[in-house]
């Protein structure tokens, strides 16, 4: 996967996460993204190394 492709993923990521107030899930992120649940758990990785979100796990 590209950079390009990666940053735009993370921006729409943190773009959906601040307008929707309740919790999502990797699936419902990547329906929205349109791309595989895994990459959604990989960027959300690295932005919660950079304090840009959080995670809960069920």
């Given at each position: 996967?590209?950079?390009?492709?990666?940053?735009?993923?993370?921006?729409?990521?943190?773009?959906?996460?601040?307008?929707?107030?309740?919790?999502?899930?990797?699936?419902?992120?990547?329906?929205?993204v349109n791309?595989?649940?895994?990459?959604?758990?990989?960027?959300?990785?690295?932005?919660?190394?950079?304090?840009?979100?959080r995670s809960?796990?069920?």
């Amino acid at each position: 996967m590209q950079i390009s492709s990666r940053f735009s993923i993370a921006v729409h990521m943190l773009s959906l996460i601040h307008v929707r107030a309740d919790y999502l899930s990797s699936d419902q992120i990547a329906d929205s993204v349109n791309t595989n649940p895994v990459i959604i758990r990989f960027t959300c990785e690295i932005q919660i190394n950079f304090c840009l979100c959080r995670s809960r796990q069920v």
